[in-house]
């Protein structure tokens, strides 16, 4: 524990400021030193290299250049600047390509990837590993104690593919045949005589290509997932022994990838680290509902969740400390050229001090400058093309600014959580398999629907002016130590939940929890098959509720409120219907139906349960209703507000301290909003102090750092 405390010493002092910086991809590379003077005029204190460029490293087989890299460490140590070593493997290079094309994954229907991207190559193969390890191994051996290291980024957003190779399908039927123990066990397990899908010898196990087995497709996606975890833990091992003690190890995740298991590679990291992407200008704007299930936040609830998701990576990790180190985040755009929307005034503040008040040590932007070549010139830089410091420039300043203000106060500072939302890989699978929901206007099925039934709840919570923190469910520990956590906790699309996950959920609700169960919850166990109990499994019989019913929604049906607590409440249903029959008097119906034909069944169903409460809800709800639902089940903040009223652009998030409580409170809108304070506050930015119902102009796009209580005399 103690060494890995050491490892993250350098992200103890609050939130830094940093930025991926490829010297080798300037037109002029002797401008290293205007560079250097320029990031440390921006505060940037933290730069990201060398992780894209093995044909750089290594531009003929065995032949290495290593020390075109020396120039910048050696400068960003004597500027001050902390440095984040990439090792290169995951755009291999030309020559590697070419000598060994057996190395290409195989897609699906059996295509390789053709070489002229990233990431086409099969890293299970013991071939590339060794070719791998004698990169890393020539990079860190050279660089890697070299004193401006401080931590070492393994691969780049792993997981991009599913492996379909021949020898990866191999080893798949002996992962099987050792979970199973005999073919007999599968085919009962996996219900194979289905279609005549009964196999009499572990050879007879098909590829996946031409799957149609639930039970098949989850256990192939988990052993996907397990081996990008284990790439990654192999690439740890080598870097461990050739590192200094105190040099961290992180990766850069992209959560949507199909490959993913955040928490099985954070098993393998001393902090966790990612892609915090999002849509500027008017997405920004609290007021719009993006589409979601995007590899970027089209809105800012998704914004929001994308950051407390992040921090749940590590969240059992205490040398973290909560936190998480952002390695990518937009400047002045993202994407390719269609995607342009460089921010508007105020917003790459926001942007920052939202992901710092969920918890990132490090906000990191992707890149400092504008490519001049590559597939990715549009995706804007904090210079520009022509390499001069502008708007972009100037606002990144600012923040440095202020996060060296605020530094002391937010040093190991944790955010606060009001309601935990439960994340599961295995749900998220299942539903890509087979979606409940389609894509919306068409009949195509939705194979981001666990992530949007999901964000649907996270929006309702946020919107209810409550924070969020996310538990994934390969992390579930005790009920009580859940309760210890979240007042409230959201299960959502939960599908395939092992009788362990729903008891622990129902044990949470009997000692005093909150739970809000979603749509799907229950209906599958943990190996992706029907049960064949009551829905939702577990937990329905404590709710007071059951479904035998269900219907993808064709058309959204108008629910209103059945009690009398949510007053005189309309909307709509959308999605997805489970059809709620209530089986005990003391449940509460809350929601129903206005349909003649579904008016017969509830939408939503609340039922006391030992020292708290379940609440089902059936189905996905528009944004209001959700929203008043939600509010009226978790009821206020446990925190507190530092607002006597939240207006509807105005959100309000805290992070505890040594030091005590820090808000973080921005205005997601064009328009001025003055607010009303509920306490004595104190801004961290400037000399503003404020007691009890004074006003407060938040400025359009506007963030405001407070700390409670009044400032000392002086």
Known sequence: MAAATDRLRAWRGGPRLGVAYYNEYLPDPSRLETDLRLMVDAGITCIRVGESVWSTWEPRDGEFDLDWMTPVLDGASAHGIDVILGTPTYAIPPWLARKHPELAVVRKDGAPVPWGGRQEVDHTSEVFRGYAERVIRAILDRHGRHPAIVGVQLDNEAGLHLIHNDHVVERFRVWVAQRYGDVESLNREWGLAY?????????????????????????????????????????????????????????????????????????????????????????????????????????????????????????????AHGGFLVTETGAASIGNAWLTRPPYDGQLAQAAWLLAARGARLVSYWHWHTLHSGHEVHWGGVLGHDLEPGRIHDEVAGIGRQFAQAAEWLADAEPDADVGIVYAHDSEWMMAFEPPLAVAGTDA??????????????????????????????????????????????????????????????????????????????????????????APAVLGALAGVRYREFAALAAPVVVEAAAPRLRAISGQAHGWMDALDVTDPDAEVLLRYRHPHFGRWAAAVHRSVGEGAITVVGTLLDRGTLKALVGEIAGRSHVGSPLEERQDTVTAHSLVGERGRVWIVHNWSPEARTVRVAGSMASLLDDGEYEIGDDVLLRGWGVQVWREGARAPR
Not at 221 to 244: H, K, N, S
Not at 252 to 268: E, L, N, S, T, W
Not at 282 to 307: F, H, K, N, R, T
Not at 513 to 520: A, Q, T
Request: hydrophobic content about 45%; charged content about 25%; proline content about 4%.
């Open 445 to 534: 099925p939705d194979r981001k629907a666990y992530a949007r039934i999901v964000g649907v709840f996270g929006r309702a919570a946020i919107d209810a002016g409550l924070q969020v923190g996310y538990v994934n469910e390969r992390q579930l520990s005790s009920a009580s130590e859940l309760l210890d956590r979240f007042p409230v906790l959201i299960a959502a699309g939960l599908i395939a939940a092992s009788d362990r996950t729903l008891e622990t959920l129902a044990e949470y609700a009997r000692l005093g929890g909150r739970l809000i169960v979603g749509p799907r919850t229950g209906y599958a166990d943990a190996q992706g098959r029907m049960r064949q109990e009551s």
């Open 195 to 319: 279609w005549s899908h009964r196999i009499a010898d572990w050879d007879e196990l098909w590829a996946p290509g031409g799957n149609t087995t639930p039970a098949y497709d989850l256990a192939w996606r988990r052993f996907q997932a397990e081996l990008t975890a284990d790439f990654i833990g192999w690439q740890a091992g080598i870097a461990r022994e050739l590192v200094a003690e105190d040099t961290f190890l992180t990766t850069c995740i992209a959560y949507q990838r199909p490959a993913m298991d955040d928490v099985a590679v954070g098993a393998h990291l001393d902090i966790a680290s990612g892609n915090a992407y999002y849509l500027a200008q008017d997405a920004l704007d609290l007021s719009v509902e993006g589409a979601g299930g995007q590899w970027y936040a089209d809105d800012v609830p998704q914004l929001i969740l994308m950051a407390d998701r992040m921090r749940a990576t590590g969240f059992d990790r205490p040398e």
